[in-house]
């Protein structure tokens, strides 16, 4: 059933509208003031002002490659993340590490790790799938470049943004 | 030999001084600012900040410079300018191209021509300039005051409301030529918008013509300094019965021609030609480049001088109290000739940011509402205001 | 006014005024129309007659043409060029045309107060919008009253008119 909105009653001042544009103006006007007085809070000024400090913990910025306190990439070149990568940002060619090395026990480590943050869509999915916990999103979120081939971080350089992650358990370790 | 002499360099010299001096140093620089504070006022209404990069000098060639939030932004028309001209200048295929392409002029033309009319200063005499340097080259160049309008006609208003009149063609040309149905739409809006509300701005700006006994600007603003401005009456220091009951038809006549020239100008609350939510951009849908800057040069352009019109009409022209007019002569003199002028553009610019306040304040109308504010109320009420305003004079 | 620019409009404004009646194209046709009112303003213009020249633009250019130009802008303009020459209206009006002109030239010839020029006003810069509105208001004001209330009669003629047709 068609329902017909009822129109409400409009006062002499109302239909003459004159009065609701001088309140309207006054509005406008209330708010300019406001800006101008910079009462009002706006937008990040961004190149000058940055986001650093207020960014939230959470945040999923660049993902990177993390080595332990004893200086070793924790990656073993597993490769759940080069699967697991929705765009397929990564590629890892994966490679053995000689006998004679202190870490043998872990058996593999990535020849070369890349991610291309052209493709890479931030999810934090190869964060959650890394059994090893070698890769983090860390909070670089300016990630800029003038080539396609300069997007591409190598392992040289997840390593440089990574840094080193304490605390964890070391599993080339027999003692722990 | 005597057809040179017959010539009036003298007026030559000093009507296109005054062309290229209103043109090119006042409206077109104002024009752009205009589009500037238009951005930035609807920035601070909305609480944005607005353009504030392109600040002056505009490129350090590559040099790091400090982020100064007061001048940024003050190089945004230069760069607009400069983008308007560089960009491809698209003509599409299935427009009518003749007509196509004159439209433009023909929007911004008027609107320039207009500007002739406008008594914009008193009297400016540089002969204490002229003389010397006159005589330098062994020449007599004192020629006294110069009146501060390029052409003083006993017809000023209604040349004014002629030529605004014949700037429709623009729109309707743009419309038409475009071949294509938004265009078009606007087309028809604008053509039918501006007849009607010609009338009514005719009509409002007659109780001014009967108060000053005159349809020429210069002596409109000639009354308003002998017997204070139109609209704040005081201005001259003393206060009649009769100018106080007159205040009211003015003040009508006020209302009514601010609202017709919103509507002239194609400005909010009344921009129905180019509603950007129903018609894409209406008649300058197709429109790129430097053809569309015409368009805009156009409406900005006459927004000025429509509110040039407002300020000689009701404020009092370039008159501010105190301060006398040019015609002394000599250095002061023509401090005082410059002083009038500055006032007359300060006035404008407090009306253009009246205007973009309003256009960031008020939601468009609907066209039958336009159509029936024009016809049903605006028109009546600006002829009983000329009745009110006549009788009035006649019987005090 | 100088001869030259006298010169210059006159050719502006018949050259317009063919144009007019040759363009196929009705919307050329209405935008010469448009040309040849401008000059004839600037015609008057250089006889003094601001008001007049001003009310010529107003009127004509600025009301009555941009009313012809939105209703030939909404009519069907192909079919303007479909149609082909009719011989017969051609002729027709070739025949009143010269026939017109001839008249005009006998009537001319025997219009012995023509040759004289008229005699010069009052002022050098009279203030024409004055003169006019006192002549219209006082000597003629009877036939202006009439023409008044001609133009209401024939404007509420042309609303009933147009109610009929709604219906
Ligand atoms: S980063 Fe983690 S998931 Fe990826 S290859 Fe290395 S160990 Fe495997
Ligand atoms: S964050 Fe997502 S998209 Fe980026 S590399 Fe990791 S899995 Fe791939």
Redesign the pocket.
Known sequence: MAYIVPRPKLTFAEKMYLPSIVAGMAITFKHLKRMLKGETKVVMQYPEEKWDSNMPEHY?G??TLVKDDHGRERCVACQL?EF???????TISPGEIPAENKFAKVEKYPVEFK???I???????????CPEQA?F?RKDYAITGTSRAEMVNDKEKLYEMGGVFDGLIHKWNPKK | MDFIHSIPWFLIFASLAKTIFIIFLVVLPMVSYTVYAERRVSALIQDRVGPNRTGFPLTLLGFKKDFSPFLGGLGQPVADAVKFLLKEDFTPGHVNKPYFWLAPALAMMPALITLAAIPFGSVLDLDFLLIPLGHLFGAEWGHGPVKMIISDMNVGLLFMFAISSVSVYGIVLAGWSSNSKYPFLGGIRSTSQMISYELCMGLSAVPVLLVASSSGLSSIVNYQVAHGWLLLPFTDGSLTLREILLWIPIAIAFVTFTISMFAETNRLPFDLPESETELVAGYHTEYSSMKFALFFLGEYTAMIAGSALIVVLFFGGWHLPFIPDGSRGGFWGAIFGFVNITAFFAKVAMLLVVFIWVRWTLPRFRYDQLMKLGWLYLFEIALANIFLTAGILAFT | MSPVLFWFFTFLMLAFATLVVVNRNPVASALSLVVTFLSLAALFVGLNAYFIAVIQVLVYAGAVMVLFLFIIMLMDLKAERRRKFNLLAVGGGVLVSVGFVGELVLVLGRFKLGESPFPALRAEKIDDVREVGMTLFTTHNLPFQVIGVLILVATIGVVILSRRELK
Do not use: K, N
Not at chain 1, 84 to 90: N, S
């Open positions: 999923r660049a993902p993340c697991i990568c929705p765009p397929r940002a990564i991610i291309d943050m493709r890479c869509i931030y999810c934090g999915m190869c964060e959650e799938v890769i999103l």
